[in-house]
């Protein structure tokens, strides 16, 4: 049961890591102004797109104050993922 309990919590430990570990390529590519300011469903490829929903719950798409849905940009889904990496480091 020990060991059991052991290997499933170096499992997720090894899980989280991996996340950190992609979510700071995604944050530190060199973007250009372009790509900053463009929208994020256009920019990133169909694995990133389902790391950032699945993994760290962060959606292409957002709400307006009016409940008018758009598309995010990338800087947009970058403030997500710093504030992901804030909180994964201070945990």
């Known amino acids: 049961s020990r060991v059991n309990n052991a290997k499933v919590e170096a ?3 090894a899980r989280e890591e ?3 570990d992609f979510a700071w390529h995604l ?6 102004n372009d790509e900053y300011n463009g929208l994020a469903d256009n920019y990133f490829n169909a694995y990133e797109k389902n790391f950032l ?9 957002g709400t307006n ?3 008018i849905p758009y598309f995010r940009s ?3 889904i ?3 993922l710093n504030k992901y990496l804030n909180k994964s480091l201070n945990a």
């Not at 944050?27 to 250009?32: K, N």
């Open 65 to 67: 104050s009016w409940g």
């Open 27 to 32: 944050v530190t590519y060199g973007y250009t």
């Open 11 to 13: 499992i997720a430990k």
């Open 74 to 76: 990338v800087n947009e």
């Open 18 to 20: 991996a996340n950190r």
């Open 53 to 61: 929903k699945t993994r760290l719950g962060i959606e292409m798409q």
């Open 78 to 80: 970058l403030w997500d």
